[in-house]
T-cell receptor, first 116, second 116 residues
Framework: AQSVAQPEDQVNVAEGNPLTVKCTYS??????LFWYVQYPNRGLQFLLK??????LVKGSYGFEAEFNKSQTSFHLKKPSALVSDSALYFC??????????????FGRGTSLIVHP | ETGVTQSPTHLIKTRGQQVTLRCSSQ?????VSWYQQALGQGPQFIFQ???????GRGNFPPRFSGLQFPNYSSELNVNALELDDSALYLC???????????????FGPGTRLTVL
């Protein structure tokens, strides 16, 4: 069975400082990894994904993530945090299943709070 | 904002009733997925439809069922509602590229279901 762990329920960072939101995964096979952001009372917005190739993936709003196969991690990063980045962040993993389908699994989410 | 819309926005039902939630996919998308997001949790995959056929299902009982129509809009039906069905129900559409699991999903704002 596949799983995703976001070990921090909440991350606090000062505006202008770098931020990291952690994600580790456990799968059988090669994972496809995703990050989403959710603002209050809204659906999820796609930030970035890793499918194959370069381990460093760049996404929307200045976010990036690094795929580390040996550590089974896919941490989300941003060099300089903005107050407007404050939101709930979800990491997700997919592994293709038989019959051309897949089951996506999401982490529990990390609340990012950026202080002015 | 994505082009995915959901209706209704909010819904209150009583235990044992049945409910139908609706989703209109983003233009050009042929795949729709449904998720249940309980309070304080990450989304849980219910099922996915591709060209009107279910092609992936999470760990949800048969009383959760769905339909996808020729215009790629979709419905989620839940029978015999239970208190634990109270959650935000998210719909996500995507364009299947032929590479299973790599598609980017675009989420709607969700339907908040409360079961009393």
């Amino acid at each position: 069975a596949q799983s995703v762990a976001q070990p921090e329920d909440q991350v606090n960072v000062a505006e202008g400082n770098p931020l990291t939101v952690k994600c580790t995964y456990s799968v059988s096979g090669n994972p496809y990894l995703f990050w989403y952001v959710q603002y209050p009372n809204r659906g999820l917005q796609f930030l970035l994904k890793y499918i194959t190739g370069d381990n460093l993936v760049k996404g929307s709003y200045g976010f990036e993530a690094e795929f580390n196969k040996s550590q089974t991690s896919f941490h989300l990063k941003k060099p300089s945090a903005l107050v407007s980045d404050s939101a709930l962040y979800f990491c997700a993993v997919r592994v293709p299943a038989s019959g051309g389908s897949y089951i996506p699994t999401f982490g529990r989410g990390t609340s990012l709070i950026v202080h002015p | 904002e994505t082009g995915v819309t959901q209706s209704p926005t909010h819904l209150i039902k009583t235990r044992g009733q049945q409910v139908t939630l609706r989703c209109s996919s983003q233009s050009g998308h042929n795949t729709v997925s449904w998720y249940q997001q309980a309070l304080g949790q990450g989304p849980q995959f219910i099922f996915q439809y591709y060209r009107e056929e279910e092609n992936g299902r999470g760990n949800f009982p048969p009383r959760f069922s769905g339909l996808q129509f020729p215009n790629y809009s979709s419905e989620l039906n839940v029978n015999a509602l239970e208190l634990d069905d109270s959650a935000l129900y998210l719909c996500a559409s995507s364009l299947d590229s032929g590479f299973v699991g790599t598609d980017t999903q675009y989420f709607g704002p969700g339907t908040r279901l409360t079961v009393l």
